[in-house]
């Protein structure tokens, strides 16, 4: 970060987040944190330093690196000063409706992007665009025609024989909601995926996942929790390949899901095939949370 910001000096930064995903490689939390610092260390101090007051790593980098403008913004207020303030948060199958609060005023607004974190990153942008002098309601136009990322809790509704290549099988017939995250996962992203999971009208809620990689000694505790939480939540879940089956399957049980309502499969392809061909009606939820690569759990050959 600091050579690229030698290349490209920054005059203005946003810092959304200190979490987990790059803790296996970078071995703690405040390691990650000294990285992601030196954005924030190369905004002069004239500059605009735009952080997440929800995460307790981005806020103190408010206090460390302070700049003549300095500004947070967040949906949790208990944590403290906030300057743009998110509230009144609902999801549908259309998107997500919310309230900013920013200088004395509050705003409406609307955005086909879904979680937490995407409507952190939201914020962030709202409260960045406003401080370099965008008007609050053409950032919240902008807002509202933005479309999700490929792959990052996208929501599509589809004919659910198109959730997989069935090779000739007659699929089931009708339409549902498919929350399609399977691009990455961590901590954070996976319990708004759960919460948006949650909140969408449908029938029955499914989730699809292999778990989440590269969290290092935390791994099996955080996939462990993050099924617990799906266990409340889902009628179904299938569980994808080795690397954390057995976190996942611990915490299903403790979470008091039925062994009815959980199932293994050893590739996401052949889970999306028994959605498609034998489980799934219309009306139906799914998220397929991650998808690990194959060759992330082969044995290589030579």
């Avoid at 609902?90 to 509050?106: A, L």
């Avoid at 759960?194 to 955080?222: A, C, N």
């Avoid at 993050?226 to 569980?239: E, F, G, K, T, Y």
């Avoid at 009306?283 to 690990?292: A, F, K, M």
Wanted: glycine share 8%.
């Amino acid at each position: 970060i600091k050579r690229m910001c030698s290349l490209t000096p920054p005059d203005c930064a946003i810092i959304t987040t200190v979490g987990l995903a790059h803790l296996e490689r970078f071995g703690s939390q405040e390691t990650i944190y000294k990285a992601k610092s030196e954005l924030a260390q190369a905004v002069p101090q004239e500059g605009i330093l735009v952080v997440n007051g929800d995460n307790e790593y981005t806020r103190r980098m408010a206090v460390e690196y302070r700049k003549n403008t300095t500004l947070i913004y967040g949906m949790d207020p208990t944590r403290g000063h906030l300057d743009s303030f998110m509230h009144d948060i609902q999801y549908t199958e259309n998107g997500t409706s919310f309230k900013i609060r920013w200088q004395e005023k509050e705003y409406e607004g609307f955005t086909n992007l879904l979680g937490k974190p995407m409507l952190e990153n939201v914020l962030g942008a709202f409260t960045m665009a406003c401080a370099v002098g965008v008007p609050a309601d053409v950032a919240l136009a902008v807002i509202r025609n933005a479309k999700a990322e490929s792959n990052r809790l996208e929501l599509e509704k589809v004919q659910i024989g198109m959730m997989a290549h069935t090779n000739g099988t007659k699929p089931r017939e009708g339409n549902i909601i498919r929350l399609n995250d399977a691009y990455n996962s961590n901590p954070v992203g996976f319990q708004a995926a759960l919460e948006v999971l949650k909140s969408m009208p449908g029938d029955r809620k499914i989730l699809v996942t292999p778990g989440m990689i590269e969290l290092g000694e935390k791994q099996f505790h955080e996939n462990k929790e993050a099924a617990r939480q799906a266990a409340s939540i889902c009628d179904m879940v299938l569980v994808i390949g080795d690397t954390n089956k057995d976190a996942l399957l611990d915490g299903l049980k403790e979470g008091g899901l039925s062994p009815e309502n959980f199932k293994e499969f050893a590739h996401m392809k052949d889970a999306l095939k028994y959605l498609a061909t034998e489980f799934c009606s219309s009306g139906d939820v799914v998220l397929i949370e991650n998808d690990l690569p194959d060759l992330y759990e082969a044995v290589v050959k030579f």
